[in-house]
């Protein structure tokens, strides 16, 4: 009796039921939001403590990087110095950095687990995690007119600037965002409303060459006064200008005729208003190809020196340019010619 006694107690001693470990860590929380751009939200310090009446036998630290429903796991270095205790402390710094959040990643959670030392082991899990939107990837070609890439523009996407191609923007987010691309000589294009999808994106934006100011003064004599017509006390010396395509050719006292030089396929006349509203060489060149096409004409000129101005768009070669009639008197009592003056935008 005594002997089954004793063996009964040795059987119950060995099977003692120890509680189930625990893992608490301060601050209490188990998850937050991160902020792509915000590396403030991408980590947290906790101060754990693991509990195991029978001991402790393991520690794991996983990570696990979630893209809806499917999942990485990335086994992380775990503590060590605690076999056989019973309470041990340690210090979890998540090591989280801003690219881990791309390419559709939802949330990451890291996954801490202790093992207790009892004959039957027992475990206890706890997660930590980090949740994020489904952000994607945003790729902005600039190009000019005819196709070809311009990898020197300055892209700006929701307050983030790129001065050099690849235009690539990560981690957006779907959404209504601004963005703009600028280049000197081009029309800048802004976007307020553009709505990032559910997915990677590309756009394609074209810069449109913008027109430059007003070029200075170019004086045109006479073809009969070239030697002898001055501007501003300047000796002319020509009646004709090759970059903008205008000769100035005739002359009754009232009216002062201009025609086209050879290496000009002729102007287009247009409205002040609209000559005015032009930014883009896009535009003059759409109002060229729709205009009526003329190779002279009769500039209206008193001896005051006063003048209505007149606009053109005179195609030169393959540049369409826009030309202003500025300027224009005839011989008066100062004797200084007859006289034409133009301005450009290109």
């Given amino acids: 009796m005594i002997i089954v006694t004793a063996a009964v107690l040795f059987f119950s001693s060995c ?8 893992i608490a860590w301060t601050p209490d929380t188990l998850s937050q939001f991160i902020t792509i751009g915000d ?13 195991a009446e029978a001991g402790i036998n393991n520690i794991e630290i996983n990570k696990y990087v979630y ?84 990898t020197d523009a300055t892209v700006t996407f929701d307050g983030v600037e790129m001065t050099a191609a690849p235009y690539t923007f990560d981690y957006i987010m779907e959404g209504t965002y ?30 449109l060459l913008s027109l430059s100011a007003w070029s200075a003064d170019i004086p045109l004599a006479l073809v009969t006064e070239t030697d002898w017509a001055i501007y501003n006390e300047i000796l002319i010396g020509t009646s004709e200008n090759t970059t903008i395509g205008f000769a100035f050719t005739y002359t009754d006292g009232s009216t ?17 208003t609209d000559a005015l509203a032009y930014t883009a060489n896009s535009q003059i060149t759409a109002a060229y190809t729709a205009g009526d096409k003329i190779t002279e004409y009769d500039l209206p000129a008193t001896i005051a020196k006063t003048y209505e101005a007149r606009y053109f768009i005179s195609k030169v070669g393959d540049e369409y340019l826009l030309v202003k009639y500025a300027y224009g008197y005839r011989n008066g009592a100062d004797n200084t010619g007859n006289v034409v003056v133009f301005q450009y935008k290109d």
């Fill in 15 to 22: 099977n003692k039921e120890y509680a189930v470990p625990t």
């Fill in 39 to 51: 590396e403030t939200t991408y980590n947290k310090t906790l101060e754990v403590t693991f509990n």
């Fill in 67 to 150: 893209e809806g429903l499917d999942y990485t796991l990335v086994a992380l270095d775990g503590p060590t110095g605690y076999d056989g205790l019973l309470t041990f402390d340690w210090t979890l710094t998540t090591n989280n950095v801003e690219a881990d959040f791309g390419g559709g990643v939802t949330k990451i959670v890291y996954e801490v687990v202790v093992t207790d030392a009892s004959e039957t082991p027992q475990t206890t899990t706890k997660e930590y995690s980090f949740f994020a939107d489904e952000a994607y990837t945003l790729t902005i070609n600039v190009e000019h007119g005819d196709g070809t890439a311009i």
């Fill in 178 to 207: 601004t963005y703009s691309v600028a280049k000197a000589g081009f029309e800048t294009v802004t976007v307020t409303d553009y709505v990032m999808p559910a997915n990677d994106a590309t756009i394609t934006v074209e810069l």
């Fill in 256 to 272: 002062f005729r201009v025609t086209k030089t050879s290496n000009c396929d002729g102007w287009v006349l247009v409205d002040e």
